[in-house]
């Protein structure tokens, strides 16, 4: 049984579009995070979240708490957004995470 | 300097080497966390440590011990390495405190390869 479920696993944009990445969860949380992960490994976070709405750039993220859902949006996607996008989830004590959403936006 | 710093970056190793990976943070954050990441698997916890005395198991924890050195310190070691245990490392710090939601900082990660 997967706490995080995240979809698609794979997507493929051109540049210029509007990317949306879902997850969902399973258990209780203090707050959902968002990460990026290039090739070549290291791993950023984007966002930590615990209700509404938060924007940076051209990164949106939305959480619903009583739905146990949260969305990435990336608006106007850029070549260099391709990497992976990681969905965690902060459990009080441990984080639980998504398996990722590898994406690639093509110019 | 990177906040969380891993060391060796990338390793090759035999069957039955013990192997330690180290992980050192300016942070200043209580909790350390080693994770194992594999294509399609997501991240997987192995130990977790919310202070220098509280070292907990996490979901794989065989095969692997962990030592806090200090308060900036986290090393997992693999007494006797196998080709399973081939992988990409992360060690990770939060300042997260009791029902308080923390950010999440990593390092690079650490490749690791037994043969």
């Known amino acids: 049984k997967n706490e995080v479920e995240q979809s698609p696993q794979n997507l493929t944009a051109q540049e210029g579009e509007f990317i949306t990445i879902n997850c969902s969860y399973s258990?209780?949380?203090?707050?959902l995070h968002w990460l990026q992960q290039h090739p070549g490994g290291g791993i950023v976070s984007l966002f930590m979240?615990?209700?509404g709405k938060k924007k940076h750039g051209r990164l949106i993220a939305t959480i619903n708490i009583q739905e146990k859902h949260s969305s990435l949006h990336i608006t106007a996607s850029h070549p260099r957004d391709s990497a992976v996008y990681i969905c965690?989830?902060?459990?009080?004590?441990?984080?639980?995470f998504g398996s990722g959403t590898k994406l690639n936006v093509k110019p | 300097d990177a906040d969380v710093t891993q060391t060796p970056r990338n390793r090759i190793t035999k069957t039955g080497k013990r192997i330690m990976l180290e992980c050192s943070q300016t942070?200043?954050?209580?909790?350390m966390y080693w994770y194992r990441q594999d294509p399609g698997l997501g991240l997987r916890l192995i130990y977790y440590?919310?202070?220098?005395?509280?070292?907990n198991k996490g979901e794989i924890s065989d095969g692997y011990s962990v030592s806090r050195q200090a308060q900036a310190k986290f090393s997992l070691s693999l007494e006797s390495a196998i080709p399973n245990q081939t992988a990409l490392y992360f060690c990770?710090?939060?300042?997260?405190?009791?029902?308080?939601?923390?950010?999440?900082?990593f390092g690079e990660g650490s490749r690791l390869t037994v043969l």
């Open positions: 990770a710090t939060s300042d997260m405190g009791r029902g308080r939601a923390g950010e999440l900082f």
């Open positions: 258990v209780g949380i203090s707050a």
């Open positions: 979240l615990s209700s």
């Open positions: 965690a989830v902060d459990n009080f004590n441990k984080f639980y």
């Open positions: 942070k200043g954050h209580d909790r």
């Open positions: 440590s919310f202070d220098v005395k509280d070292i």
